[in-house]
């Protein structure tokens, strides 16, 4: 339930020995984040529906020593919006509801509800203001809040896009359709998932969400102390809130024979899986398009506490991929996925360099970075500035962000998997991100 980032997914020298198998390529990069906090969780990868691939490292509970396993269970956060979408197609394939119904027939006090409709609901092209970056929200996701909490909270915010005008993805997108699957059914979210999707695919480790539960394989979720360096577990957001914009707990297993059974027909008609494929700006009716080189993969990220996990699928190679992470230190989400992807389709990928340490740099020192950088195959500028002791960066038509120094007159901006290594004149330096190595010049 929080922000997705884009990387760009290009080609890098590799630097793994030439003769390890595809599967040992992946052990060692994954060990190699586990042993550097960077990483615990659980990936595996399955093809024509069996699994081909699968790996588990850390712990479910540190306190207590419990070690992950591939059955572990992990709140999958905004993966659960592909299971909201299926059910929303279900009602819409047994007449109770329209991809063109207006919002206003359950919700008419929301603004613009004459106008939005189910289908700019699924696509976040409602324009509806995203709850879960209220602070109100954020000083209440551990204790609870109750629907008319949520939905006084979602009309006290101000509304700047109007419906169907821009993507704007916002977790009250699905908690209204959640909402209005209980009124059109007179059930609720849980007893729908269950009734419809995990009962009828016998998915046993796939419920909506409770308190944490590490006794019944369930996993907490870490994120590092910044004094100690070592992982401390995260708050628990009371699942009541999320409904089906993230509240769902599942397995690696579970959440492969899910999408399987989704491109399989097993759900959904052929006409709704479309419907849900078809995007708009990337993003399609409850899933997203996730490409990487020449493939498109289809699926969902999500983030809720401190998990990330990732379920996407290729239609075309007939394979899955499932990431569940309970614990990410400062290495991209993002790069992980790649690292495994890369792996897997022999494409080429950096191992992590670990070795660098951070350093504070003078304000003298950092204008010595200062200015405006170029790639003509790429037509991007970046322009780098010293303000407040950090090295800032901003891109053409985008935000500016803080770097962190380190070692050899090198830059990272972790949160996006940004590297910046600069020469030793400082006239020129490598942008390293998502695997590509892109080289900007000072103008």
């Known amino acids: 339930m929080k922000k997705i980032y884009i990387v760009l997914m290009s080609v890098l020298l590799s630097t793994l020995s030439f003769g390890q198998s595809k599967s040992e390529k992946i052990d060692e990069f994954l060990n190699l984040l586990n042993d550097n906090n960077q990483f615990m969780g ?90 879960t970056n209220s602070q109100v929200y954020l000083s209440k996701m551990y204790t609870g809040m109750t629907e008319d909490e949520v939905i006084d909270l979602i009309l006290s915010m101000p509304v700047e896009l109007e419906p169907g005008t821009a993507f704007s993805y916002s977790n009250s997108n699905f908690y209204l359709l959640s909402l209005i699957l209980e009124k059109v059914t007179k059930k609720s979210f849980s007893s729908l998932l269950k009734e419809q999707i995990t ?50 707990v599942s397995n690696q297993s579970d959440l492969n024979a899910f999408i399987q059974a989704l491109f399989e027909g097993k759900l959904v008609s052929q006409n709704s899986l479309e419907q849900m494929m078809s995007l708009k700006e990337g993003f399609g009716r409850g899933m997203m398009v996730l490409p990487f080189y020449e493939r498109q993969a289809y699926g969902h990220l999500g983030s809720i506490d401190g998990f990330e996990s990732c379920l996407v699928y290729f239609p075309e190679d007939k394979i899955s991929l499932v990431i569940l992470a309970n614990a990410i230190g400062s290495y991209s989400f993002n790069d992980v996925g790649l690292g495994v992807l890369s792996f897997w389709f022999d494409k080429d990928f ?33 322009k780098l500035w010293e303000q407040d002791g950090a090295l800032m960066a901003q891109a053409d038509g985008q935000s500016g962000f803080a770097l962190e120094s380190f070692e050899g007159d090198v830059f990272k901006f972790a949160p996006a998997g940004i590297i910046m290594e600069f020469n030793q004149e400082r006239t020129e330096f490598t942008l390293i991100q998502g695997g590509g190595r892109y080289i900007f010049k000072k103008n």
């Open 350 to 382: 950096d191992l992590p360099n670990f070795s660098q340490k951070p350093v504070t740099l003078s304000q003298t020192e950092l204008k010595a970075f200062e200015g405006t950088f170029s790639n003509s195959t790429l037509g991007l500028n970046i």
């Open 42 to 131: 659980v990936v595996s990868i399955y093809e024509n529906g069996a699994l081909k691939y699968s790996h588990s490292a850390g712990f479910l509970d540190t306190e207590n020593g419990t070690s992950l396993n591939t059955d572990t269970k992990f709140r999958i956060g905004s993966i659960s919006k592909m299971y909201t979408s299926v059910l929303v197609f279900k009602a819409i394939e047994s007449g109770k509801l329209k991809l063109d119904t207006k919002l206003s027939k359950y919700f008419p006090q929301i603004k613009n509800a004459k106008q939005i409709t189910i289908s700019q609901l699924l696509q976040h092209q409602s324009g509806i203001p995203n709850f």
């Open 199 to 248: 009962q009828p695919l016998d998915l046993e480790n796939t419920y909506y969400g409770q308190k944490t539960r590490p006794e019944q394989n369930e996993a907490y979720s870490f994120t590092i102390d910044g004094t100690t360096g070592n992982w401390q577990k995260s708050g628990e957001t009371e699942m009541s809130i999320p409904k089906g914009a993230g509240a769902i």
